[in-house]
Nanobody, 112 residues
Framework: VQLQASGGGLVQAGGSLRLSCTASRSTLSIGWFRQAPGKQRDLVAHIRDDGNTVYGDSVKGRFTISINNAKDTVSLQMNGLKPEDTAVYYC??????????WGQGTLVTVSS
């Protein structure tokens, strides 16, 4: 699976950004992780092919993950951004054989 991510950039605290990721074929689950400097890579949000979603605790209520009808493009709407959301965001997917795939990272910077 090849993953092509877009979005990201610089925004002030309280603002919004939208990330998108398109997969080259269908996946079992697709979503986003993030990694801040000096920290581990953490789950942001994931959505399964059955529509079930999972969110990291720190983004619940602020971020929303969705997938298009073709189930090949996932979007992450990020509202109420905080400086601690600053990180490189990585698109991630798991295929039906449970192989993991990573897209290129996209930088999100939230200024205070």
């Amino acid at each position: 699976v090849q993953l092509q991510a877009s979005g990201g950039g610089l925004v002030q605290a309280g603002g919004s950004l939208r990330l998108s990721c398109t997969a080259s074929r269908s996946t079992l689950s697709i979503g986003w992780f993030r990694q801040a400097p000096g920290k581990q890579r953490d789950l942001v949000a994931h959505i399964r092919d059955d529509g079930n979603t999972v969110y990291g605790d720190s983004v619940k209520g602020r971020f929303t993950i969705s997938i298009n009808n073709a189930k090949d493009t996932v979007s992450l709407q990020m509202n109420g951004l905080k400086p601690e959301d600053t990180a490189v965001y990585y698109c991630h997917a798991t295929d039906h054989e449970l192989n993991n795939y990573w897209g290129q990272g996209t930088l999100v910077t939230v200024s205070s």
